[in-house]
C-alpha cells in the first residue's frame, strides 16, 4: 500500500489545481449578460434547436467502443502471459498461440464483414 | 545500477509530499515551455518568427496566455448541463498529471542538505506501465464528458470523435507494449530502464518502437490526426463551449499527455534516463548523480519536439483514412509481430547457443524493411472515368454551358449574314 499512496499525494495536489482553476475563472474575469453568448455557437448564425444533450448519435461510436472493449480484454490477457513468458515455456507460448489464433480468427471476420470500416 | 522495485514505498512523508510537489511544478513548466517551444519551431518552419516579445526569447508568452484566459469571462452555455460542464475539465486534467508518478527520472540521489537516499521517481509499482495507460483511459472519459456537456451537436460530435480516435490507437499502443514487457519480464518502469543497461529496446524491438511512436500521436490527438481539432471540421471539437481556464486546462491536459507519451516512449525505447552510448563508456558519472536528468529531458524533449516536427510538416489526414490505418494495418502487424518476439524468445531459451540475439535484429530489420516497402507502395491507379456521350445541349438547365470532354461544339451554322454595308454605301 506504501507504493500507491504518494499517487494520492500527486492526485490531491492535481485536484487542488484544477478546482482552484475552475473557482478562479469564474470569479476572476467580467459576467456581461449577452443573450447570444449563452447560445451553443454554431459559426455565428443563429442555432437550430437540438434536444437535450445533443440529439441523437450515430451507432457507429458505439460499436468501435465495444471493439476496443474486445481487444483491450486480448491486451489484458497477453500482459501476465508476457511477463511470464520464461517460466511457461514452450507450452506456454502454444497456448497464448490458440488463443491470438481465436483473436484472429474473430478479427479476420469482423474485418471482412465491414466492422472496422468507419462508415 | 538504478533503483529496482524494491527501493520504493519506503520513503518518509517529507520526501514523498516534495517529490509530488516537484513533479507537479516540472510538468506545468514543461507544459508552459512546450507552448512557447511549439509556437517558435512551427513559426521557423513555416518561415517566420514566432513569439519573441514577452519576456527573453518570447519565454513568457505562455505564461501571458494563461494570465490572459484567467482574465476572460466564463461562459456556461443554456442548454449546458451545468455539473458536469463545470467537472469535465477536471477529469481530463488529473488523470494528465496522475500518469507522471510512475516515470522513472533518474537513479537514486542524495538530497542536498540531508542524508536521505531517494530514487528520482514518485514512486514504482509492479504494474506501472499498466497503470499509465489505465490512468490515461480516465483521460477520455473527461473529453467525451465535456463534449456531451457543452448542449451543442458540434461539441458532442467532436468529443465523440476525439474518444473514438484515441481508444483506437490505444490498442495498437498496448499491443507494442507487449513486445517491451516480453524482452524485460517486467511492468515497472525502473526495473525496464535497467534492464536497458546494455542496448536500448528501440533496436532488437523497432516496428514496436515505430508502432508506438505512430499511435502515441494518434493517441494525443495531435496532428496529423487531429481532425478533431481542424477548425473546419468541428469548430473546436469537445471544447469549442469553453471560455476561460476552463479552456486552458483542456490545453494543459493535451500537453501534459503529449508529454507522458514522450516520457513513456524514452523509459520503454529510448533506455530512460541512461546515458546514450559512448558518453556512458567515456565518463564514469554519467548515469550517477543528477545527471541523468538531463539525459531524460534531452530525449523526451526530442520526442515533443518530433511531435512539433510532424505538426508542422504533414497535412492532415481524413477521419476514416486513420481510423482504418488504426484498426486495419496496425493491429495485424502488432499482433504478428509479438507472436515473432515469442517465438524469437523460445528459440533462445530452448535452443541457446545455437540462435542468438542477432536473429532479432535481422528479423526486425526484415520487419521493418517490410512495413515501409508496403506503406510506400502505389495505390492501384482508378481507370480514367469516361468522358460524357450525350449530345452537347450549349443551353442545358437555362443558362450557357461550355462542352465537358467528349462533347464536341456544333458545327457553325450559316446565318444568311454577309458583310456588306448596310446602307451607308
Known amino acids: ?119 | 545500477m538504478g533503483p529496482t522495485l524494491e527501493s520504493f514505498g519506503q520513503d518518509p512523508v517529507w520526501v514523498v509530499i516534495l517529490k509530488a510537489v516537484l513533479v507537479f511544478v516540472v510538468l506545468v513548466l514543461l507544459t508552459l515551455f512546450n507552448i512557447w517551444w511549439e509556437r517558435r519551431v512551427v513559426a521557423r518552419m513555416q518561415h517566420r518568427i514566432g513569439p519573441n516579445r514577452n519576456g527573453p526569447f518570447g519565454l513568457l508568452q505562455s505564461l501571458a496566455d494563461g494570465v490572459k484566459l484567467a482574465l476572460k469571462e466564463d461562459i456556461i452555455p443554456k442548454a449546458a448541463d451545468k455539473v458536469v460542464f463545470v467537472l469535465a475539465p477536471v477529469i481530463v486534467v488529473v488523470p494528465a498529471f496522475v500518469t507522471f508518478s510512475v516515470i522513472p527520472f533518474g537513479p537514486e540521489v542524495r538530497i542536498p542538505f540531508t542524508d536521505v537516499v531517494t530514487p528520482l521517481q514518485l514512486t514504482d509499482m509492479p504494474v506501472a506501465v499498466i497503470f499509465v495507460m489505465a490512468i490515461a483511459s480516465i483521460g477520455i472519459y473527461g473529453i467525451v464528458l465535456g463534449g456531451w456537456s457543452s448542449g451543442s451537436t458540434y461539441s458532442l460530435l467532436g468529443g465523440l470523435r476525439s474518444s473514438a480516435q484515441m481508444i483506437s490507437y490505444e490498442v495498437a499502443m498496448g499491443l507494442a507494449l507487449i513486445t517491451v514487457f516480453l524482452q524485460a519480464g517486467t511492468m515497472s518502469t525502473s526495473e525496464i530502464v535497467n534492464a536497458q543497461a546494455g542496448l536500448w529496446y528501440f533496436v532488437p524491438l523497432l516496428p514496436s518502437f515505430i508502432i508506438y511512436v505512430i499511435s502515441m500521436v494518434g493517441e494525443v490527438n495531435r496532428a496529423p490526426f487531429d481532425l478533431p481539432e481542424a477548425e473546419g471540421e468541428l469548430v473546436g471539437g469537445f471544447h469549442t463551449e469553453y471560455s476561460s481556464l476552463k479552456f486552458a486546462l483542456f490545453f494543459l491536459a493535451e500537453y501534459i499527455n503529449m508529454a507522458t507519451v514522450s516520457a513513456i516512449a524514452t523509459t520503454l525505447f529510448l533506455g530512460g534516463w541512461r546515458a546514450p552510448f559512448g558518453i556512458a563508456q567515456v565518463w564514469e558519472g554519467a548515469n550517477e548523480g543528477y545527471w541523468p536528468v538531463l539525459w531524460f529531458f534531452g530525449k523526451m524533449l526530442a520526442f515533443i519536439f518530433f511531435f512539433i516536427w510532424l505538426r508542422g510538416s504533414l497535412p492532415r489526414l481524413r477521419y476514416d483514412q486513420f481510423m482504418d490505418f488504426g484498426w486495419k494495418v496496425l493491429i495485424p502487424i502488432s499482433l504478428v509481430w509479438i507472436v515473432g518476439v515469442a517465438g524469437m524468445r523460445i528459440v533462445r531459451n530452448e535452443y541457446a547457443g545455437q540462435l542468438d540475439q542477432t536473429w532479432l535484429f535481422v528479423a526486425a530489420g526484415v520487419f521493418a524493411a517490410v512495413l515501409v516497402v508496403l506503406l510506400l507502395l502505389p495505390e492501384r491507379r482508378q481507370p480514367e472515368p469516361e468522358p460524357e456521350r450525350a449530345e452537347f445541349d450549349a443551353f442545358a438547365g437555362g443558362y450557357p454551358v461550355p462542352p465537358m470532354p467528349g462533347q464536341e461544339l456544333p458545327a457553325r451554322v450559316p446565318t444568311g449574314a454577309t458583310t456588306h454595308d448596310g446602307g451607308n454605301d
Open chain 1, 1 to 119: 500500500m506504501e507504493l500507491y499512496t504518494p499517487i494520492l499525494a500527486l492526485m490531491v495536489l492535481a485536484l487542488g489545481f484544477a478546482v482552484f482553476s475552475v473557482v478562479v475563472s469564474s470569479l476572476t474575469g467580467p459576467a456581461r449578460y449577452n443573450r447570444a453568448k449563452l447560445d451553443s455557437y454554431e459559426c455565428g448564425i443563429e442555432p437550430t434547436p437540438q434536444a437535450h444533450g445533443g440529439g441523437r448519435i450515430p451507432v457507429k461510436y458505439y460499436t468501435v467502443a465495444m471493439t476496443f472493449i474486445i481487444f483491450d480484454v486480448e491486451i489484458m490477457f497477453l500482459v501476465p502471459w508476457a511477463i511470464y513468458f520464461d517460466e511457461l515455456a514452450l507450452f506456454g507460448f502454444l497456448a497464448m498461440l490458440l488463443f491470438l489464433v481465436n483473436i484472429t480468427i474473430a478479427y479476420v471476420y469482423e474485418f471482412k464483414r465491414g466492422g472496422l470500416d468507419w462508415d
